[in-house]
């Protein structure tokens, strides 16, 4: 039996953001659906408190498939020879259990957060939005730019990151791949000022972002933070949002932006507006009016990385792509002494 083997720029050929957009947008619509499973993730929080180790399992009957991402977070990498997210996506099919795909989650996990965060954008922010801030200066800043052109062209993009120097590079680099003219921002709140789109992708524990500073109408994708006491917007932001959210189980369980603006008496569970995946089936509304404040807490669903990892074997075994390697099968010593 064959097992795809998808190393990083495998699946940066197979999976190119305007087509992980229209992957994630499916992916998310079949959330609720009957034959979907997804447990919460289980999180082994390294001692020291920042280095995690995950183990992300779902299943998408509507697609025949189910998998597991393993994947850590070491955020002390950035700067250094490895990426922050290391790990694999396991694809198994639903006939008969067996491994088809080994798929790199480094690459996975970059494209598909900003392309969920692209399908959020695109619900979400005003028809005209094009004045992009980001916040933080690594990998998901890099795919988060290419998600939002995706979605809305881009008239002016700013970056702030932390530390110094961080920005300048990114911006630099960014242009060259882009052609975009990229702004180095002093301060966050320099960024976002009248910003329409705001993507915050750090490491950071405590608030990079004030509520604010935030412009009238505009649209926030709040992607770096996934613990209960960890965030990226402060309780002002929150407050001041319509909030809608990947999952809601896995919010009220893991995102600090939403637990802790709760646990100060700012907001209630009624604030989660809904998932993206039922504004995307018409259960939940959209946007209410041209200047309110959207957020979307983005956390990162397995059924996210399961999607993309199938879609990466779809496309190799189509083109006949990547290295196919035989593991398990048959019956073990089926064809012992024959
Ligand atoms: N929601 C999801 O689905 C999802 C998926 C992947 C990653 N993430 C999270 O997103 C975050 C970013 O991931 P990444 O792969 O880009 O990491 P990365 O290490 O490549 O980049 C992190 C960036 O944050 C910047 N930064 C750190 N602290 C800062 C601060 N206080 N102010 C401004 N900038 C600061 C760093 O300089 C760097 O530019 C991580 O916390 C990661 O775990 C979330």
């Known amino acids: 039996m064959d097992v795809l083997i998808a190393d990083q720029d495998l699946v940066t050929e197979l999976l190119p953001m305007s087509e992980a957009v229209a992957v994630m947008r499916d992916a998310l619509g079949r959330l609720n659906d009957p034959d979907t499973m997804l447990p919460l993730r289980n999180v082994l929080a390294l001692p020291g408190g920042e280095r995690a180790f995950s183990l992300m399992p779902s299943y998408l009957g509507g697609l025949g498939t189910l998998g597991v991402k393993i994947i850590t977070a070491f955020p002390a990498n950035f700067g250094g020879e490895y990426d922050t997210h290391q790990g694999v ?53 890099h795919t988060h730019l290419a998600a939002m052109a995706s979605v809305r062209p881009l008239r002016r993009v700013r970056v702030f990151s932390l530390p110094a120097g961080s920005a300048e590079e990114f911006a630099r680099r960014e242009e060259r791949l882009t052609g975009l003219t990229i702004e180095v921002a002093d301060s966050a709140q320099e960024a976002v000022r009248g910003a329409d789109i705001v993507c915050t992708v750090t490491t950071a524990t405590e608030p990079v972002v004030s509520g604010d500073w935030l412009a009238p109408g505009a649209h926030v994708n709040a992607v770096g933070a996934y613990t209960p ?110």
């Open 229 to 338: 006491t960890t965030r990226e917007l402060d309780t002002r932001a929150v407050a001041r949002s319509r909030l809608y959210v990947d999952r809601r189980e896995a919010t009220l369980s893991e995102a600090g932006e939403f637990l802790l603006a709760r646990a100060e008496g700012a907001i209630d569970d009624d604030h989660i507006v809904g998932e993206i995946g039922e504004v995307l089936n018409g259960v939940a509304p959209g946007r209410g009016s041209a200047d309110e404040i959207t957020l979307f807490k983005s956390l990162g669903l397995a059924v996210e990385d399961l999607a993309a990892a199938r879609h990466v074997l779809d496309r190799a075994r189509e083109r006949g792509a990547g290295v196919w390697l035989e593991i398990g099968g048959r019956h073990f010593g089926s064809t012992a002494g024959a």
């Open 89 to 141: 996506v396991l694809v198994f099919d639903d006939d008969h259990g067996r491994l088809r795909a080994i798929v790199d989650a480094t690459a996975i996990t970059a494209i598909r957060t900003a392309a969920v965060s692209g399908v959020a954008t695109d619900l979400l922010a005003a028809p005209g939005a094009g004045d992009l801030a980001l916040i933080g200066a690594g990998t998901q800043a």
